[in-house]
């Protein structure tokens, strides 16, 4: 390994940098245009302050193969200017539940030419099978940084105010930017600063990096979708630790899909954001009976506020992906041209609506509040020793006891399956969502058990027939939407998918039933 050098850092200070790795803990905040001069005087930053700070002209130059390589295995290679020094970093994306983390390894290089042989060989491929050769520049960042170190009771941080540009090709985007650096201490400061920030200007939580904007603006490509990552809890964990792991990963769910869902470039991203929302109420559900913290509640309120913004964009993503795309292919003698131009008018008012709701400060605010709820352990705060108590006891005896008042309750739901109404086969959907979740959570304790994957295998096919029965009712609601527009052959066409529905309805009834009658007499798999 090479020996240590002294580079510039990017506050001003001599620092040794060894191509070791790294973990970067860092939150950044986007600002409105002109908003960072007054930003920088907010009386927490100016009274933590250890001086004036430091600004610094910084430019980036970020490299790939022509065939994106290293975006593709969801790495950023830059070599950064910064006066005489040119100092190069290898990115790599956030761990499963941990957002704020970057993996990275710097060293420092003769000029803005990247040099891979500087890097350590764990970095691993495809960095260890490339060449200096393969590189190209696929854009630049050019950036005025101030930035300042703040002295904080229990931490250290490094607060940067950026401005300036991305720029690809011949195209540009404006750069306007917070970035809060932990440097040591507990990364709940950092949401406590974000916080500050936002009462004092309509601030966004940024959820993509400079590179993966810079990526975007220069191929017109974004990440997909992401959907949940599996959990992994075991039977040595605590309520305590797993409530953390639970939370922490739906948190970095929502962060993964905030920007797709925003740019609407896959109705996927909605509906990954809807489901991590839900798993995050059901998260607060199961646990708020025996630990009845505020927190839970307040987390409740919240994502189901969100779920409400994202809820009219996601139904007409699907009454056009499913419903409308599968009659088209099963009647292609019927004209559905103007319902679909109809469809489409709706999509895009109710992503309008969404992108203005996603960018309110009320949505930043609850991902602050999240993440510091996380990173704090905020369920512990205002409950009683009793409840304290339970956060302590192994994972596997609150299990157990969870699912049991959850499976009683469904089938308690569902006595009368067959002269359940639709609201009230809504309600039934609900519960054994939370079930459902609940299994998929706590599976990892069970995993030895294969009576555990039968009965989540089950209980997944019947929520999957419940929704086809919802999503049946909902596209009642919209196809009404449309009926009042004056146009005789969307009538036509809404006619047709009317009756449609009504003969699909008889048959996802049947399916329904039958997969009522599996699920109730499926064995419990807990407690055993």
């Known amino acids: 390994m090479n020996a240590p050098q002294q580079v510039v850092s990017d506050s001003g200070a001599t620092i040794a940098v060894r191509p070791a ?56 290679l830059r070599v950064r200017r910064s006066g005489k020094h040119f100092i190069q ?10 957002p704020l983390i970057r ?25 260890a099978t490339l ?15 101030h930035a300042r170190q703040l002295d904080l009771p229990d931490a250290s941080v490094e607060i940067a105010f950026d401005e300036g540009m991305i720029e690809a090709g011949g195209r540009q985007q404006v750069l306007s930017e917070i970035e809060l650096e932990l440097k040591s201490g507990n990364a709940g400061i950092l949401f406590d600063l974000g916080t500050q920030l936002l009462d004092a200007a309509p601030l966004q939580v940024g959820t993509r990096s400079k590179a993966e904007r810079g990526y975007a603006l220069a191929f017109d490509v974004v990440r997909p979708a992401a959907k949940a990552e599996p959990f992994s809890i075991t039977a040595e964990h605590v309520v305590d630790d797993v409530i953390a792991h639970l939370m922490g990963t739906c948190w970095h769910h929502l962060l993964k899909n905030h920007a797709v869902a925003q740019e609407g470039s896959d109705p996927e991203g909605v509906h990954q954001m809807r489901v991590a929302l839900r798993r995050l109420r059901t998260i607060c559900a199961l646990f708020r009976r025996d630990i009845p913290s505020p927190a839970f509640h307040t987390v409740n309120n919240e994502a189901r506020w969100l779920m409400q913004q994202l809820g009219p964009a996601r139904e007409w993503d699907v009454f056009a992906e499913t419903i409308v795309a599968r009659l088209a292919a099963a009647a292609p003698d019927v004209d559905f041209g103007s319902l679909r131009e109809a469809v489409e008018r709706q999509r895009k008012s109710s992503y309008a609506a969404l992108q203005t709701a996603l960018a309110d400060p009320r949505c930043s605010r609850f991902l602050l509040s999240l993440g510091h709820l996380v990173e704090r352990r905020g369920w512990r705060n205002e409950i009683d020793s009793e409840a304290l108590a339970v956060l302590s006891l192994p994972m596997l005896t609150l299990a157990n006891k969870i699912l049991a008042r959850l499976h009683r309750k469904a089938l308690r739901r569902g006595a009368h399956f067959r002269q359940l109404n639709v609201d009230a086969q809504h309600d039934l959907r609900i519960d054994l969502k939370k079930l459902r979740y609940a299994a998929e959570f706590f599976l990892p304790l069970y995993a030895t058990r294969a009576s555990a994957r039968r009965y989540a295998r089950r209980l997944a096919r019947l929520q999957t027939s419940l929704g086809r029965a919802r999503d049946i009712a909902s596209s009642r609601i919209l196809l009404d939407a449309m009926r009042q527009e004056d146009q005789p052959a969307l009538h036509l066409a809404i006619g047709a998918v009317a009756g449609w529905q009504a003969r699909d309805q008889i048959a996802a009834a049947r399916t329904l039933r039958k997969r009522w009658r599996r699920f109730k007499t499926t064995p419990e798999f807990w407690g055993r």
Do not use: C
Not at 42 to 50: E, G, L, S
Not at 131 to 145: C, E, H, K, Q, Y
């Open 21 to 76: 790795e790294q973990a970067e803990i860092e939150l950044t905040l986007l600002a409105p245009q002109g908003a960072l001069e007054q930003l920088r005087e907010m009386p927490v930053i100016v009274q933590h302050a250890r001086n004036r700070g430091a600004f610094r002209r910084l430019e980036t130059v970020y490299y790939d193969t022509p065939e994106r390589l290293l975006f593709q295995h969801g790495m950023s």
């Open 89 to 98: 970093t290898l990115k790599l994306l956030p761990n499963i539940g941990q």
């Open 103 to 127: 993996r990275q390894w710097e060293t420092p290089v003769e000029n803005v030419t990247p040099d891979l042989a500087q890097l350590p060989a764990e970095v691993g491929d495809p960095v």
């Open 131 to 145: 060449s200096n050769d393969a590189l190209v520049p696929v854009f630049a960042t050019r950036v005025r940084r």
